[in-house]
């Protein structure tokens, strides 16, 4: 596991020759930002940084990382990239506007990458967590992240091509856009 500061993109060229090989990539870059809604929308600043980390952020490690996805020992290289059930269109709420904002835009993110990525035989889809115990997530979420974590790993191993842009859930059921 790596962690980065997806403030500073400048440290991305150096993770790739630190890793090698890759069979996975799972970027779970996340800040939830602002609360405010459409109304009384944030300053562009704070916009522009929840959108720099929850979209750009897992764009520029997946390129940066393509030389080692594309080394992947097992063939097929595979991306998750955590989104989140705010994402969903179906979910009309307003609060977090920039965080939904840049879920949802990470979604298309990942379904472009999918179809660039198939033909190196590199599955990318976008994972939603479902609503998880975390600092972000609050006491009252009804999933334990052990749980969900253990979830997308063993989605991560079971992944085939024929799920390659797709929005699933941290069990690997297919989500709605």
């Known amino acids: 596991m790596h962690r980065l500061d997806l403030h500073d993109l400048s440290t991305l060229p150096a993770l790739s020759g630190a890793v090698g090989p890759l069979d996975i990539l799972i970027n779970n870059a996340g800040v939830i ?11 562009a600043a704070s ?34 990239s955590i989104s ?10 307003s609060d977090h506007i920039a965080y939904r904002a840049s879920k949802a835009a990470l979604n298309k993110v990942m379904q472009g990458m999918a179809t660039d990525l198939a033909p190196l035989r590199i599955a990318a889809v976008s994972v939603d967590p479902g609503w998880v115990r975390t600092d972000m997530g609050g006491p009252k979420a009804d999933l334990d992240a052990g749980q969900v974590a253990e979830g997308i790993l063993d989605l991560a191993s079971r992944m085939t091509m024929a799920q390659t842009g797709q929005f699933l859930r941290h069990d690997g059921k297919r989500r709605d856009w």
Do not use: H
């Not at 930002?33 to 300053?43: E, I, K, S």
């Not at 940066?64 to 097929?76: C, E, H, K």
């Not at 989140?84 to 709420?93: F, I, L, R, V």
């Open 33 to 43: 930002g602002p609360d405010v809604n459409t109304l009384a929308a944030p300053d």
């Open 47 to 80: 916009f522009l940084d929840v959108f720099r980390i929850n979209t750009l952020g897992p764009l520029a490690v997946t390129q940066s990382l393509l030389p080692n996805l594309r080394a992947a020992p097992t063939g097929f290289g595979r991306v998750l």
């Open 84 to 93: 989140s059930q705010m994402a969903w269109m179906g979910y009309a709420k």
